[in-house]
Structure formats: C-alpha cells, structure tokens
C-alpha cells in the first residue's frame, strides 16, 4: 500500500478521492489550507489531516515527507484560480521532487487547452507544470461533474431555472472520478500519459434541466439563456463533450436520485 497524498482533498473530487484511497488500504494524508472538525462532511475517517498552501509554499515540506504519490484536486476561482494552478503546482512539484516524490495524478477538465476562459488557461498552465515536472505524472481529464450540472440550475433566481442555449453536457460522478485517480494512483494506465473520460451519456442543457427540476421539486420556468464569453463559446462548440470517450458509471438521472436533496 502506497503513501498517498490528496492535496486539495477536503473539497469535493478531494473527499470522493480520499475515500476511495482510504478504502483500497492506502496511508492517505490530506492537505489543504483549512483542516475539517471531525464531525464535518468533509472528514474522512482514517485519512490524516494537514495544513499546507501551494500558492505560499507553507507545510508543504512537512506533508511531502515519505510521501508515494500525490494527487492534486486543488481548485481556485477567479484570479487566485491562475495562483493556485500555474504557481502553486510549480510550488507543490518541485517541493514533490527534492523530497523524493516519484509520482504525480492530476485532475482537469477536457479540452481544457482549448479555450481562451481565464479559468481553462489557468488549468492548462497546470497542465504543462505536470507534464514538464521531473516526476511520472498522469494526468486525468474529465468532463463536467453533475454537482456542476446542477450548481448551474440552482444558481437562478425569480423563479427562473437558467439552461445555457445550445450547449449540451456529458456530466460524470465524482466518485466514477475518484476511481480512475485511485487507479492511476495504483499504477493503471501509462506513466506520463492523459486519460480524458466523460459521463455515461450526452444530453441538451434542457433535458438536465427538466431532470434537474424534477428531482429536487424547484418551482420556475426553464429559460434559455446565452452564455457570454469564451465559456460560452467552448459549450456551444461542444468542445466539454467526449462521446467517443463515454464511461459507462452513473448518469445524471441516477445520481439525481440520491443527490437531489
Ligand atoms: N467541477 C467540475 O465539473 C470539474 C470537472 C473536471 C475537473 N475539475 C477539476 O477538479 C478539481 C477539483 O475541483 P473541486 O470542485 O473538487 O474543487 P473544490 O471543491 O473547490 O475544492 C478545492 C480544494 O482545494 C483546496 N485548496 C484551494 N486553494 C488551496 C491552496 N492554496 N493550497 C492548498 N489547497 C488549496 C481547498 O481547500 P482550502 O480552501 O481549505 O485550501 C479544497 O480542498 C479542479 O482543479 C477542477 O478544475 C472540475
């Protein structure tokens, strides 16, 4: 069993990866700025809880000791997504190499070098930290999680269910997510090698939202709206989508099923 640390794994991809590695026997440590009480949702019973900061470089030397491999579930948004990803990757992998760290997972996001969003350009400098790193990296992206999905519904105000026109998503469960980082932890997969997967199914914006309102019971009207920007465009191109690449693990209407609350 492996010495495996989760940076970033008290948020969500981080606490569905610390319970797969906790389950499969592995010594996890999880890093991350703020450590969870033990009673919260975010604290995973037999994991080790630390404080480090990539993007300041403070505890990292303490977590990386004897450490096996790491996986980064890090996130950022807004102009600290650019710190936390290009910077503190840079601080977290160098940190990795001279305490004798041979492996590195990452998590991103498909097609993500493939837009000019702010957030996407941040995520594919991060990229490029793990491919240029000294250590074997494999690197998983992924489409949109159905947490993201629904965060998009939830958002809307005055009765009104926002649904991006023309856009259409192929949304995945975080914990089919946390398998494949736990399986590239384990090994699987080719040393310095991108894994991209996508949900089970590939549907209009409209059909989630439908399955969305259904679920949870939320009153409103389904709008279409038009994203702006380069988000909007990267959806409307279709560039989130990777049917080729479909993941046969649980659609948005299961998940639903149990996660609407
Ligand atoms: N959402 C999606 O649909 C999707 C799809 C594919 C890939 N991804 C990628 O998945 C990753 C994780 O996303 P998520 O939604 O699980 O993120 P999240 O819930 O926002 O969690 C982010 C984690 O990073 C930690 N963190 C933030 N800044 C840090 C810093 N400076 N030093 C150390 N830890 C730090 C946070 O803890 P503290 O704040 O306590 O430090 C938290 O543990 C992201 O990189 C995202 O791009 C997301």
Known sequence: MARVLVVGGTGLAGRA???????????????????????SEQYVLGAVYETADVVSGDGLEAVLEGVDVLVD?????????????AHGSQNLLHTAARFG??????????????????????KAAQ???YRESP????????????????????????????????????????SDVARLLVDAVDGQGEEDSTLTVGGPKVETTRELAEQWK???????????????GQLGTFLRAGSNLVPD?????????????????
Do not use: C, M
């Not at 760290?101 to 941040?122: C, E, P």
């Open 214 to 228: 259904a679920a949870t019971g939320a009153r409103g009207a389904i709008v279409p709206v038009r994203l702006g």
């Open 135 to 174: 250590l074997s990296t494999r690197i998983l992206r992924t489409t949109q999680f159905h947490d993201f999905v629904s965060s998009i519904f939830a958002r809307g105000k005055a009765g009104v269910i926002p649904a991006p026109s023309k856009t259409s998503f192929q949304p995945i469960a975080v």
């Open 245 to 261: 690449a479909a993941l046969p693990g649980i659609d948005y209407a299961t998940w639903l099923s149990s996660n609407a609350a």
């Open 17 to 39: 990866v610390t319970n797969e590695a906790v389950g499969r026997g592995h010594d996890v440590i999880v890093a991350s700025r703020r450590v969870p009480d033990d009673d």
């Open 101 to 122: 760290v041979h492996q590195a997972v990452l998590l991103s996001i498909v097609n993500v070098d493939q837009s000019g969003y702010s957030y996407y350009r941040a």
């Open 73 to 85: 579930t890090t996130n950022g948004s807004g102009r600290t997504a650019a710190h936390v990803f």
């Open 127 to 129: 990229e490029r930290v």
